[in-house]
Structure formats: structure tokens, C-alpha cells
Nanobody, 117 residues
Framework: QVQLEESGGGLVEPGGSLRLSCVPSVKILSSHHTRWYRQPPGKQRELVARIDVGSNPMYADSVKGRFTISRDNAKNTVYLQMNNLKPEDTAVYFC???????????WGQGTKDTVSS
């Protein structure tokens, strides 16, 4: 069973930055689409950013120009760089991997990010 370890969450003031990391327990990034989701308090989980294998990054409108998703296959790590954070970015952020052919998914445990002054 593949496990995803997330890190980098925390408390930050509006306008600040955070970088989330996601490391699978097995070296599988080259064969998996990678996504970051978030779930704000009391709301549904939503897709924030994605890099599918062979495709360019895609972002939710609410984070375009502020968030950057990237992946380093050599380090087996997926990143989400979040800049100019706003209070509405407060959420639990989840890393998601989907196998290229089978679409089998793996989820991280979530990391809580709070943007508040």
C-alpha cells in the first residue's frame, strides 16, 4: 500500500507563503498524475492544482498566479508553492496521486494551513 507523507502546513499571515511537500512511500511519481486538493472549513473538497503525466500544470481560478505545483521525480516529491496567501486559502490540503493507466488513487492524510492575522 502506497502512503503519501505531506508536510509544510502551518499558520501564516495574509500575504505570506507556504510550501507543501508530498512524498510517496514508493518511487512512483513518473507513472502517476499528481494533484493537490483542499477542503476549507465547512465546505467540499476542491481541486487546487494538478500536473498530469505529459501535461502542463493546471490551476483553479482562485489560485492562478499565486500557487505553483511542481514535481521532482528524482526526489520523488510533489510540491505546492503558495504565495500571497489569503484568509480564504485556509483549508486542509491533500496530496493525491492517480495511476496513469488504472486511475487508482492514493491520498495523503492532509495538512492544515491557516491564513490569519
Amino acid at each position: 500500500q502506497v502512503q503519501l507523507e505531506e508536510s509544510g502546513g502551518g499558520l501564516v499571515e495574509p500575504g505570506g507563503s507556504l510550501r507543501l511537500s508530498c512524498v510517496p512511500s514508493v518511487k512512483i511519481l513518473s507513472s502517476h498524475h499528481t494533484r493537490w486538493y483542499r477542503q476549507p472549513p465547512g465546505k467540499q473538497r476542491e481541486l487546487v492544482a494538478r500536473i498530469d503525466v505529459g501535461s502542463n500544470p493546471m490551476y483553479a481560478d482562485s489560485v492562478k498566479g499565486r500557487f505553483t505545483i511542481s514535481r521532482d521525480n528524482a526526489k520523488n516529491t510533489v510540491y505546492l508553492q503558495m504565495n500571497n496567501l489569503k484568509p480564504e486559502d485556509t483549508a486542509v490540503y491533500f496530496c493525491n496521486l492517480a495511476q496513469l493507466l488504472t486511475q487508482r488513487e492514493y491520498w495523503g492524510q492532509g495538512t492544515k494551513d491557516t491564513v490569519s492575522s
